[in-house]
């Protein structure tokens, strides 16, 4: 019974997969590009379950072709348009990030979150 849910939902499977895999990298570790790459992980999960949820087998895309008006022989555009805006926060998030993480190196010589966190109670303690 379980493998043929699964099996019928293999992509919402993989999106939850892939979403605690990024989750994980996201909390675990304390290097900063490990974090971004993880935040990146979970945001292509949550794309991955909305264009799941929003394709329906046997429909096509909502473009209207050979004079078919009615509306149930398409898909809904509104996922598809979640995704493409989720697509560009999701790239000028990453490009803010790495542009701090760039500055944090620079300032700190280290990516770890621990080391720089150790490096600040230095400096306030003199």
């Known amino acids: 019974m379980f493998v043929e849910f699964i099996t019928a939902h293999m992509e919402e499977a993989a999106a939850m997969i892939l979403f605690g895999i990024g989750f994980s990298l996201l909390l675990l570790n304390q290097n900063m590009i490990k974090k971004i790459m993880g935040l990146n992980i979970m945001d292509t999960a949550v794309y991955l379950f909305l264009t799941a949820k929003g394709y329906i087998y046997g429909r096509m895309v909502p473009i209207e072709v050979n004079g078919i008006n009615d509306p149930n022989a398409y898909t809904n ?3 598809d348009g979640l995704v ?6 999701s790239v000028s998030v990453s490009a803010l990030l790495l542009s701090l ?12 979150l621990d080391d720089i966190i150790m490096q600040l109670h230095k400096e306030e303690n003199g």
């Open 77 to 79: 555009p509104i996922p």
């Open 84 to 89: 493409l805006t989720g697509i560009v926060v």
């Open 101 to 112: 993480t760039i500055r944090l190196y620079a300032r700190y010589h280290t990516l770890n």
